[in-house]
């Protein structure tokens, strides 16, 4: 089974073909589970890869839509009964001629019979009477691709049954009552479907009978770019990672949504945290994989995203100082030696190095970072122990201000240096904690606002050494784990933050952990679902999540590191934490992966223009829609995006510049030419000459007398030059052929492509 087109339901059947043989079908009785193949028609010519199966009228059809003259489909009159195949032949001089060459495929039967068709991975329904033998125009959708779909008002529950919890896709207390008598939707004058687009956006259309006004047509069909600001970034603050970068490339509105919108970043931040947080992993101390959690997901490992130095990360074997709001600050080599210390956005691929103070002797240097509400500044915070003579000095603490310092400050001398260890350091609303590495009964502070340091009273009573105890944030409260015991996992909560006398105990019995594992370290680090808490297994491969209302531990299948912590995922670029003054750098420059060139001038402004398509990737896998950039020589400073490209230019020289229009054509398609103007820096698209034949990447756009010209200089015998005499009118463009006869035999056979007049 491959593409949707090619999978068909009928009467509890699902039904596809081979992808190299197309005289069998083969079905799944859904009844039976049993695998059956039918006989398909005898003598078809065209490959199973151009043909479509479809379900019209309760009957199994397959259908040859490969010629651009006529749609043939074949029904099998009788379910099984191979001689039963008839063949209807339909003839497509009824549709419009600018696109009847094009690929018809049957979706639907509807009113009285008549067949619906849509126009592949294009824009238009059409619907063919049977009785009249022409076909109609329905209706222009938004889509590339279509299904027939029935409305059901019933609840999933009815399926499921009241064990299984049905989720609901918006915040509500559940689904208003509806009564719903019958068992099926007769459709006769309305027909309903699901209309999918490139970019995932789904929308239910009614196609309404042609005859209707277009207006009250138009006004039935609803799509995502209809609904207000607020209910848009309430659906997309739902998405995964990867859907948000793929929605990143829809449009202007949704990158500036996902980019600099803070209502988004609420909105995100707080729905992430509690129904699909995210985790960084860390391999022998380099952080290594992004992987985000799903409350429903048994298998996340398939939403894990490996974070490489070739698209994420500024270097290899990078050591995570801590995260706050998707940043992250890195370390690289080992603190009281030659480091570096980076503030990174690992999904941008973005990165800032932090201007560090000359290399001194004889030091022991950790790291913290942290974010002020009250400031919203950024800041990384280092204690640095001088050691003289053998012996260590008074720690000193250094502050550096992300976008506003040029060097490291002095703030004051530190009661205890930081631990080295991010499981040890805890940052609460603003304020890093960590602990004494000898006594246990106090736990100090470093306000990142005020930049004082303060010291808290830990728990009272505590026998564990504080080695082997964990300070972490757990739901916006400070608290300090003991993990050393074989049985359970002790947690203290400062319910009042900074009161000494809030410090209550929750044990946690691990009895319901797999047996082989439980004596094993379990370490907190974060809180998700219903207040569940999510722990590691301490230098292992297994995350569990204990559900306090239940008291038992389950696995969560997460895991490819040695060390987890929380990951608040941003789409912000760093710019806007450092300004435009400071330079951020990126681990892949756009200019290395895909970018094409053109060259022009605007009568009208008189300006000279270097048009460009980079094609930016997110997974290297699976490149993202090209971006047009433009510099304005002697009036632009840097390249401006100036919007989306349906094509990337072409690298070779097949672009045609006409009176300050570059044009370009499809390198899959030849029906298409894409141009761009280089006064209203606009993208606008062009129909090709009907009827072509040749592929597009053998033909040659040139400017020929101030007109657009598609040149065909792939036979041996002559040239095909079309003009189109009215520039923008399809039906102008006329064909010229250029006999090759008088042309030197020894060269005679050998491409010639048009230059100029």
Not at 165 to 179: A, E, I, L, M, T
Not at 436 to 441: A, I, L, M
Not at 493 to 513: C, Q
Not at 694 to 722: A, F, H, R
Request: net charge neutral; with cysteine; hydrophobic share 35%.
């Amino acid at each position: 089974m491959w593409a949707r087109f090619q999978n068909l339901y009928a009467d509890h059947f699902v039904h596809w073909m081979n992808s190299e043989k197309n005289d069998s079908i083969y079905s799944f009785n859904s009844w039976t589970e049993e695998v059956k193949s039918v006989l398909a028609p005898r003598g078809l010519e065209t490959s199973s890869s151009c043909l479509t199966l479809v379900e019209l009228g309760n009957c199994l059809c397959l259908c040859d839509t490969n010629d651009s003259e006529y749609v043939d489909i074949w029904w099998m009159k009788e379910y099984g009964i191979a001689e039963s195949w008839t063949k209807d032949h339909i003839l497509k001089d009824t549709i419009q001629p600018d696109i009847s060459c094009d690929r018809f495929i049957p979706i639907s039967i509807w009113k009285d019979g008549e067949i619906l068709m849509q126009r592949d991975r294009g824009t238009q329904v059409v619907s063919y009477n049977p009785k009249e033998k022409k076909f109609t125009k329905v209706q222009e959708y938004l889509g590339l691709a279509m299904t027939s779909y029935i409305p059901s008002f019933y609840s999933l529950k009815t399926i499921i049954g009241e064990s299984l919890q049905v989720s609901y896709g918006r915040d509500s207390h559940g689904p208003s009552k509806c009564d719903y008598d019958g068992n099926t939707i007769k459709i006769a004058n309305q027909a309903c479907f699901l209309i999918s687009s490139h970019f995932s956006c789904i929308m239910v259309s009614d196609v309404m009978d042609p005859g209707r006004d277009c207006k009250e047509r138009i006004s039935n069909v609803t799509t995502i770019m209809d609904l207000s600001r607020d209910i848009m970034l309430e659906i997309l603050s739902r998405l995964s990672i990867k859907s948000i970068f793929c929605s990143k490339m829809v449009c202007k509105l949704w990158y500036n949504l996902l980019t600099s919108e803070p209502l988004f970043f609420n909105m995100y931040h707080k729905r992430s945290s509690s129904n699909f947080p995210s985790l960084l992993l860390t391999v022998n101390d380099s952080v290594y994989f992004l992987v985000e959690l799903k409350a429903d997901d048994s298998q996340p490992l398939k939403r894990n995203i490996l974070l490489s130095p070739m698209f994420h990360l500024p270097s290899p074997n990078l050591r995570l100082i801590g995260s706050c709001n998707g940043f992250v600050c890195l370390l690289n080599g080992h603190a009281g030696t030659n480091h570096s210390v980076y503030i990174s956005n690992p999904l941008l691929g973005e990165y800032y190095k932090v201007k560090m103070p000359e290399r001194e002797e004889r030091i022991r240097v950790a790291y913290a970072f942290c974010f002020s509400e009250a400031s919203r500044q950024y800041k990384v915070l280092r204690s640095v122990l001088k050691i003289s003579e053998g012996y260590p000095q008074v720690s000193e603490f250094e502050v550096y201000t992300i976008g506003v310092d040029e060097k490291w400050r002095y703030v004051g001398k530190a009661p205890e240096p930081l631990c080295k260890s991010s499981f040890s350091n805890a940052n609460v609303n603003g304020v890093v904690h960590w602990m004494n590495t000898d006594k246990n009964d106090r736990i100090y502070s470093f306000n990142s606002w005020t930049e004082k340091v303060k010291t808290l009273l830990a728990p009272r009573g505590l026998k564990t050494s504080s080695y082997d105890l964990t300070l972490v944030e757990l739901g916006n409260c400070l608290c300090l784990c003991d993990t050393n015991h074989s049985q359970y996992v002790d947690i203290w909560w400062m319910e009042e933050y900074g009161i000494a006398e809030s410090w209550t105990k929750d044990r946690i019995l691990k009895d319901t952990i797999q047996p082989n594992i439980r004596c094993d370290r379990f370490i907190p680090f974060s809180t998700w679902k219903d207040g569940e808490i999510l722990m590691q297994r301490d230098r292992a491969t297994q995350v569990v999540s204990y559900n306090p209302k239940e008291k038992k531990f389950t696995k969560v299948k997460v895991y490819l590191g040695f060390a987890a912590s929380r990951y608040i995922p941003s789409f912000y670029s760093l710019k806007t934490v450092i300004g435009e003054s400071l330079q951020v750098s990126h681990t892949h420059p756009k200019i290395e992966l895909c970018v094409a060139y053109a060259f022009c001038l605007s009568e009208v402004s008189r300006q000279y223009k270097v048009l460009r398509s980079v094609v930016s990737n997110f997974d290297r896998r699976n490149p993202q829609v090209s971006e047009l950039e433009v510099y304005t020589i002697g009036v632009d400073e840097k390249w401006r995006y100036v919007g989306e490209a349906p094509q990337p230019l072409s690298i070779t020289f097949s672009k045609a510049n006409v009176n300050g229009v570059v044009h370009w054509m499809n390198s899959g398609k030849n029906d298409s030419i894409y141009s761009f103007n280089s006064w209203t820096e606009e993208v606008k698209s062009l129909l090709a000459p009907r009827g072509l034949k040749t592929p597009s990447y053998k033909l040659v756009l040139v400017e020929l007398g101030n007109c657009l010209c598609l040149c065909n200089p792939n036979y041996s015998d002559y040239v095909d030059i079309w003009w189109m005499r009215e520039y923008g009118i399809a039906e102008s463009w006329s064909k010229i052929r250029i006999l090759k006869d008088t042309i030197q035999p020894d060269i005679s056979c050998d491409r010639f492509i048009p230059i100029s007049t």
